[in-house]
């Protein structure tokens, strides 16, 4: 399978409880994002990164929140002392080149956070 | 905040009926993207629309940009119980630098034999 790889795809963890999610993009894309979208809302753009370089995030990422992309390939998503707001599906997706100038963004099946 | 609003956020039809999902805002948008979203896996794209006016066809779906790039719409003809799924538009924001597009709130499609 050479599509966009989240794992795990489910996670329950008890609030204040810190975890790491991950995303293995395409091969070769060079571009990488992250996105939450709670239950039947449509996905919040969290960050976005270039590379390895992280060049945009949202508001939405509080302190708690962070990510990596070391050496461009791969990508981990940390939330530290989870809260129950955290609670959501956890999207990542990859382009090569400009999103929607030629180069469509594909997206990986998710992790759902639970929070109890 | 640049929200895109769609509309219905449910729509429940028989099988055959036609139907049409709407997206709207008061902020122009460089490009639109449609995405339908199954349960437990992430959006698939559709369609991208990058013209005021542009129509686009894909078999039994019409995608329409309006002509100041602020909203979209989507219609369905003939629905089959496949076409069940969240339907997302979303809109990249024309502010300089942006990478990243904006989605809906999402229309919940229910199409039942």
């Known amino acids: 399978d050479t599509g966009v790889s989240q794992n795990p795809r489910h996670k329950i963890t008890k609030r204040g409880q810190n975890v790491t999610f991950r995303c293995d993009p395409i091969?070769?894309?060079?571009?990488l994002y992250w996105y939450r979208q709670t239950l039947g809302q449509g996905p919040e753009f969290l960050t976005y990164?270039?590379?390895?370089?992280?060049l945009e995030k949202s508001r939405l990422l509080s302190d708690r929140f962070s990510a990596e992309r070391p050496k461009g390939s791969f990508s981990t998503l940390e939330i530290q002392r989870t809260e129950q707001g955290d609670s959501a599906m956890y999207l990542c997706?990859?382009?090569?080149?400009?999103w929607g100038a030629g180069g469509e963004a594909f997206f990986g099946q998710g992790t759902r956070l639970t929070v109890v | 905040t640049q929200l895109l609003e769609q509309s219905p956020q449910f729509l429940s039809i028989q099988e055959g009926e036609n139907l049409t999902v709407y997206c709207n805002s008061s902020?122009?948008?460089?490009?639109l993207q449609w995405y339908r979203q199954e349960p437990g896996e992430g959006p698939v794209l559709l369609v991208t629309?990058?013209?005021?006016?542009e129509v686009k066809k894909l078999k039994r779906l019409t995608f329409q940009f309006g002509d100041a790039r602020k909203d979209s719409s989507l219609h369905i003809t003939a629905a089959q119980p496949g076409d069940t799924g969240l339907y997302l538009c979303?809109?990249?924001?024309?502010?300089?630098?942006?990478?990243?597009?904006?989605f809906g709130t999402g229309t919940r499609l229910k199409v039942l034999a």
């Open positions: 997706a990859s382009s090569l080149g400009t």
């Open positions: 902020s122009v948008f460089s490009s």
């Open positions: 629309v990058v013209t005021g006016g």
């Open positions: 979303a809109g990249k924001p024309t502010t300089s630098g942006t990478y990243k597009y904006i």
């Open positions: 091969s070769e894309h060079n571009r």
């Open positions: 990164f270039q590379n390895e370089a992280q």
